[in-house]
């Protein structure tokens, strides 16, 4: 009995491996992002979307290693898959099994409504992994899934637009970043995506009119949050843009998301909502400690 709980233990490890699964709690932020822009209510239809999304964003990895195996294999041997420890097949499974589950969680929490977005996402999700992402559109289609992402938490997609667009900014930069995690990148890269993270993290800091102070400040220290945290890593890479470097700083730009997300939510007047996505974050890294979210 204990070497099959042994034995489960370790699959499920592998699983957790194949998905990034720390890497998903940068997922729920982007839906409340949305819900709080457009007033939307944090009731059971915004948990049912958070659900949705997270479950794409697995998918999207396990098909990412899946389209990924022979090249993995040369770059990155310890992955589950090149290692034998889960079969590509399996990774393809994986990857439409969650996928049909976020597909019916969008249905679930919000109807034909939801799946407005959330089919448009897996399409995209799918499209990325399989023919783009070695594509020059392919930072534009990642950045494009965490926009969806963000509107598919609005009750409408206008008030939603500008935090959407600050995401996808954000998204398009760590895109751009990972196309060099195992090779390194010229200094121009990280000077690049810094600038942009730069600009996010200033956008982040405006708030609504109606914001109140508690709001204001919020907002202010998401944004400092998130550059200390993604900026930090940015300027290691631009002094040394050596392949671990680029890496940490794709890390960090993962899971840094979480703070941009906080810092959107405060100035939209929803301090208390952010300040669980801030506390969510040093949580996220001591996980990522133990499964990579790249």
Not at 87 to 115: E, K
Not at 131 to 149: C, F, S, W, Y
Not at 202 to 218: F, I, K, M, Q, Y
């Amino acid at each position: 009995m204990a070497h099959k709980i042994q034995r489960w233990r370790h699959r499920l490890l592998d699983l957790a491996e194949l998905v990034r699964a720390p890497a998903a709690l940068s997922v729920p932020g982007d839906v409340l992002v949305g819900a709080v822009a457009s007033g939307r209510p944090l009731g059971p239809r915004t948990l049912g979307t958070m659900g949705s999304s997270v479950c794409l964003y697995w998918a999207g990895m396990a098909l990412n290693d899946y389209a990924d195996a022979t090249l993995d294999a040369v770059e990155r041997p310890g992955r589950p898959i090149p290692s034998g420890r889960i079969p590509r097949r399996t990774a393809f499974t994986t990857a439409s099994a969650l996928t049909a589950a976020g597909l019916g969680l969008a249905a679930l929490s919000g109807g034909r409504r939801a799946l407005r977005t959330a089919v448009p996402l897996a399409g995209l999700v799918w499209a990325y992994d399989l023919a783009l992402k070695n594509t020059p559109a392919g930072p534009a289609a990642m950045a494009g899934t965490r926009v969806l992402d963000v509107l598919a938490g609005a009750r409408t997609p206008t008030p939603a637009l500008p935090a959407a667009f600050v995401v996808g900014l954000h998204t398009y930069t760590v895109t751009t970043l990972s196309r060099h995690e195992t090779t390194g990148a010229p200094a121009a890269v990280p000077a690049v995506s810094l600038a942009a993270s730069t600009v996010a993290s200033l956008c982040a800091a405006v708030t609504a009119p109606t914001a109140g102070r508690t709001s204001r400040l919020g907002a202010a220290a998401g944004a400092v949050g998130y550059l200390v945290t993604f900026g930090s890593a940015q300027v290691r890479a631009l002094g040394e843009p050596s392949a671990p470097n680029i890496q940490r700083a794709v890390g960090a730009g993962i899971l840094g998301l979480m703070p941009l997300q906080a810092a959107l939510t405060a100035g939209a007047g929803a301090p208390r909502a952010a300040a669980l996505l801030a506390a969510a974050h040093p949580i996220a890294r001591q996980l990522a400690r133990k499964v990579s979210p790249t």
